[in-house]
Nanobody
Framework: QVQLAESGGGLVQAGGSLRLSCAAS????????MGWFRQAPGKERAFVAA???????????DYADSVKGRFTMSRDNAKNTVYLQMNSLKPEDTAVYYC??????????????????????WGQGTQVTVSS
């Protein structure tokens, strides 16, 4: 299993920005499928973004429709870290954000369809609160 540690959550006003970070363990981080999910009170954990390895130095980024154009996921393989840059935040973005990883090599569903079950390792989560 991959050990994950998120940071960067907090309270921000609507329209503001936050950047979440997730540090991962392991020597083959560059090949991991990485994802961000979020869970609002009373709701199921939902897909936000994924960043998957397509071979060589090619990666594929995928986003939920609700965050397209506002959120950007990236990775720094030298630091074993992924980031989620969140801009133009809305109150409905308020949730606990979870970092996820999978090093099994199994394909991750694309076009916004990645599932919780696609990922084998999870972080503890970080709270993001957007005030109106």
């Amino acid at each position: 299993q991959v050990q994950l540690a998120e940071s960067g959550g907090g309270l921000v006003q609507a329209g503001g920005s936050l950047r979440l970070s997730c540090a991962a363990s392991g020597r083959t981080f560059s090949t991991y499928a990485m994802g961000w999910f979020r869970q609002a009170p009373g709701k199921e954990r939902a897909f936000v973004a994924a960043h998957t390895w397509s071979g060589g130095s090619v990666y594929y980024a995928d986003y939920a429709d609700s965050v397209k154009g506002r959120f950007t996921m990236s990775r720094d393989n030298a630091k074993n870290t992924v980031y989620l840059q969140m801009n133009s935040l809305k109150p409905e973005d308020t949730a606990v954000y979870y970092c996820a990883a999978d090093n099994s090599g199994r394909p991750i569903a694309s076009k916004g369809a990645a599932r919780v079950a696609d990922f084998g390792s999870w972080g503890q989560g970080t709270q993001v609160t957007v005030s109106s």
